[in-house]
């Protein structure tokens, strides 16, 4: 499953259904450390794919990423951010450099824009 969005499509369905066992030990963090376990690393997804829909039926960010490009936003000025739900906020940190890499980011968009920024 290398790089593949696979959450609310059948085939996460048909892989959960084939080895719970295997998506437990790969959700589950260690215990110890609140980290990834030894030899497994998962990453959430990034980018507007990453939370425009759940399924194709069920949209999550998509009509307001929709709405926001029909008054002017685009890829240069606004941005979807994936965060791992499963770690606490200085572990993310500490593993990704996730909030500093998104405080970079966002000075990049007011510098680029000359404009304030919002964070919805």
Same mark, same amino acid.
Request: glycine share 2%; charged share 35%; proline share 4%.
């Given at each position: 499953y290398f790089r593949r969005k696979i959450w609310g499509?059948?085939?996460?369905?048909?892989?959960?259904?084939?080895?719970?066992?295997?998506?437990?030990?790969?959700?589950?963090? $260690?215990?110890?450390t609140g980290m990834d376990p030894p030899n497994i690393r998962l990453r959430s997804s990034q980018g507007f794919e990453a939370? $425009?829909?759940?399924?194709?039926a069920f949209w999550?960010?998509?009509?307001?990423?929709?709405?926001l490009a029909d008054v002017g936003y685009d890829g240069s000025s606004m941005s979807m951010e994936g965060f791992d739900w499963r770690v606490d906020f200085?572990?993310?940190?500490?593993?990704?450099g996730h909030f500093s890499k998104l405080k970079r980011k966002i000075e990049a968009f007011v510098e680029h824009s000359n404009e304030k920024a919002v964070l919805i």
């Open positions: 499509s059948l085939e996460t369905f048909r892989s959960f259904a084939s080895d719970q066992e295997c998506w437990k030990k790969h959700l589950s963090l $260690d215990p110890e939370a $425009d829909f759940w399924t194709g999550v960010w998509d009509r307001i990423i929709r709405n200085p572990l993310v940190e500490q593993r990704d």
